[in-house]
């Protein structure tokens, strides 16, 4: 899986025209937010004048689409079937998001060879070179095709959330991910939290252990809080982001975003009893 994973990865380095930052968002279990995180965040960083692509990598329960309000024509099922190319299923969303929709129920997706996965996750890399950012909205858990796709970017966006059963799948995950990559690059997102010290101790939890019994720190990309108005975007088929702008979920996955964006992540030797994490530029910055 590894070996496969690095191949793709050195077949898309050497290509010089290849720049863009391959992220993943993932979780342990599901209901934590992870697909209105990724949408979101995309939006996010193209309003930071990034050229991005989302790819809902959630096999066979593909939902991003309908969250977005877009109707595809064409799915990965096409990919996966030989039928259609990348460039032949990525549509248009809110403001210029590259869309690179999933299918919803479809046996062959959710049942996807290791041949078609392959040839999913080769297609999507090689998309990059348009791109600043291709961010993968995964399913959730530790299933095998779950692990391949985050094996094949750069990047891993773990999100979760307060509640217990999260942050012990959370710690599952990342050790799975650790075991067949101890180098990958791993970031926490807390989202639904109350306050900035909330999701501080949703990240912290997660790097005690992972300190503690797999001798590896991960970094904290920042939180979301819990906001009303994100059901109600989701009800509507809107983006919270666009739909309340002002909202303090907005707010906030604008602050998780310039943080990604600039790499500014907060590790555990620069956390004091001050530590506070406002709205604004290089919020974890020295």
Request: some cysteine.
């Amino acid at each position: 899986m590894n070996d496969q994973a690095q191949r793709l990865r050195d077949l898309v380095n050497r290509d010089p025209c290849t720049v863009a930052r391959t992220v993943a968002v993932t979780s342990g279990k599901g209901g934590v937010g992870k697909t209105n995180i990724a949408i979101n965040l995309a939006l996010a960083l193209i309003n930071m004048n990034q050229k991005v692509a989302l790819l809902d990598g959630d096999l066979g329960l593909a939902n991003a689409d309908l969250l977005l309000g877009v109707y595809p024509k064409y799915t990965l099922l096409d990919i996966v079937n030989g039928k259609r190319e990348l460039s032949d299923i990525v549509i248009e969303g809110p403001l210029g998001l590259k869309v690179i929709a999933g299918g919803s129920g479809v046996y062959e997706l959710a049942n996807i060879s290791q041949m078609g996965l392959d040839r999913l996750i080769s297609a999507a890399i090689h998309l990059n070179g348009e791109l600043d950012f291709l961010i993968v909205d995964t399913s959730a858990g530790l299933a095998r095709k779950v692990i391949r796709v985050i094996m094949a970017v750069s990047e891993v966006l773990v999100v979760a959330t307060s509640e217990p059963s999260s942050i012990a799948d959370a710690y599952g995950l990342i050790k799975t991910i650790l075991q067949r990559e101890p180098e990958k690059e791993i970031t926490i997102l807390a989202n639904m939290v109350r306050s900035p010290n909330e999701g501080l101790l949703v990240w912290q939890k997660i790097n005690m252990m992972t300190s503690r019994f797999l001798q590896r720190e991960v970094k904290y990309v920042g939180c979301v809080f819990f906001d009303p108005k994100v059901v109600s975007a989701v009800r509507a088929q809107q983006a919270f982001l666009l739909a309340y702008p002002g909202s303090s979920a907005s707010r906030s996955v604008y602050s998780v975003a310039e943080n990604l964006l600039t790499k500014a992540f907060l590790s555990a030797n620069q956390v004091t009893a001050n530590v506070r994490m406002p709205f604004g530029r290089n919020t974890f910055a020295n």
